[in-house]
Nanobody
């Protein structure tokens, strides 16, 4: 049974930082592209960042580029999202997703999903 478990969310002031983690089990982690998505209240889930199977390639939404960094450790079956210079508009539930493909850049591409972790940025 595949499980993705996110952690690291919380309440932070604008300008602050958080690091999210997502640990996977039940799959061969290094064969899956990994991604982070988020869903704010009343809005659709949107792409944030993704990373290729090896970690050599990364992709970002324009709204987070330069502030967020995605990385992975295939020895720990874990993908990370370092979030710096947080803004109130970054407030959302953050989900990680795994896709058995070279890249994941849309909600439809996700094969497996975590249950999410809430990030709240106060102004």
């Amino acid at each position: 049974q595949v499980q993705l478990v996110e952690s690291g969310g919380g309440l932070v002031q604008a300008g602050g930082s958080l690091r999210l983690s997502c640990t996977a089990s039940g799959l061969t982690f290094s064969t899956y592209a990994m991604g982070w998505f988020r869903q704010a209240p009343g809005k659709e889930r949107e792409f944030v960042a993704s990373i290729s199977r090896s970690g050599a390639s990364t992709y970002y939404a324009g709204s987070v580029k330069g502030r967020f960094t995605i990385s992975r450790d295939n020895t720990k079956n874990t993908v990370y999202l370092q979030m710096n210079s947080l803004k109130p508009e970054d407030t959302a539930v953050y989900y990680c997703a795994a896709a058995a493909r070279s890249v994941i850049s849309s909600v439809a591409a996700g094969d497996y999903w975590g249950k999410g972790t809430l990030v709240t940025v106060s102004s």
